[in-house]
Nanobody, 124 residues
Framework: QLQLVESGGGLVQPGGSLRLSCAAS????????IGWFRKAPGKEREGISC???????IQADSVKGRFTTARDNAKNTVYLQMSSLKPEDTAIYYC??????????????????WGQGTQVTVSS
């Protein structure tokens, strides 16, 4: 089972930026597709971004143009760079292994393992 730990969340003002990290422990991420998900109170979990093992990325329409995902295999870490943050981005953010088809990642977790996540709050 892939062990992933999210970090980097915090309180930011609308229009601000934040970078989240997803670090692997005990395994290398080179051959894994990783997705970012978020869960806001009273709302269902939403897939927002993913990155394939080859580095190709997909962003949901709700965050396209504002969020980007990258990976640093040397650091065994996947990042979510968030900018132009809006109050509706407030949620707990999780990373997880996702399915990969034809070198493209999918917004669907491959397993049912979820960590603690990291809280992102966008408010003035």
């Amino acid at each position: 089972q892939l062990q992933l730990v999210e970090s980097g969340g915090g309180l930011v003002q609308p229009g601000g930026s934040l970078r989240l990290s997803c670090a692997a422990s005990g395994f290398t991420l080179d051959h894994y597709a990783i997705g970012w998900f978020r869960k806001a109170p009273g709302k269902e979990r939403e897939g927002i971004s993913c990155i394939s093992s080859s580095g190709r990325t997909i962003q949901a329409d709700s965050v396209k143009g504002r969020f980007t995902t990258a990976r640093d295999n040397a650091k065994n870490t996947v990042y979510l760079q968030m900018s132009s943050l809006k109050p509706e981005d407030t949620a707990i953010y999780y990373c997880a292994e996702v399915w990969e088809y034809a070198t493209l990642c999918a917004m669907s977790p491959r397993g049912d393992y979820w960590g603690q996540g990291t809280q992102v709050t966008v408010s003035s």
